[in-house]
Nanobody, 118 residues
Framework: QVQLVESGGGLVQPGESLRLSCTAP????????MGWYRRAPGKQRELVAE???????VYADSVKGRFTISRDNVKNTVYLEMNNLKPEDTAVYYC????????????WGQGTQVTVSS
């Protein structure tokens, strides 16, 4: 069982910033795409940003220009830098990592709450 460890959520005011991180176990060597999804109250889970192992990156239109995804392949960690946060960014954020451990599969973090409120 692969466990991803997320951190970095919290309560901030509109316009402020947060950085989320998600780390996969260090003994895993085959990591492909790493990304972030979110689920707001009453809504379906949606893609926020994802980056492949070759560097291809995709963002949701609602976060372009404000959020930046990056990864540290030595640390097996993916980050989400969130700037100029808005109330509509309030959600539980989940990381998703495409990993090959025997078979190739997607693994999810436990989720971290981000609340943007004045």
């Amino acid at each position: 069982q692969v466990q991803l460890v997320e951190s970095g959520g919290g309560l901030v005011q509109p316009g402020e910033s947060l950085r989320l991180s998600c780390t996969a176990p260090k003994n895993i060597v085959s990591i492909y795409a790493m990304g972030w999804y979110r689920r707001a109250p009453g809504k379906q889970r949606e893609l926020v940003a994802e980056q492949t192992d070759t560097g291809y990156t995709v963002y949701a239109d609602s976060v372009k220009g404000r959020f930046t995804i990056s990864r540290d392949n030595v640390k097996n960690t993916v980050y989400l830098e969130m700037n100029n946060l808005k109330p509509e960014d309030t959600a539980v954020y989940y990381c998703k990592v495409d990993i090959q451990v025997g078979v190739r599969d997607d693994y999810w973090g436990q989720g971290t709450q981000v609340t943007v409120s004045s």
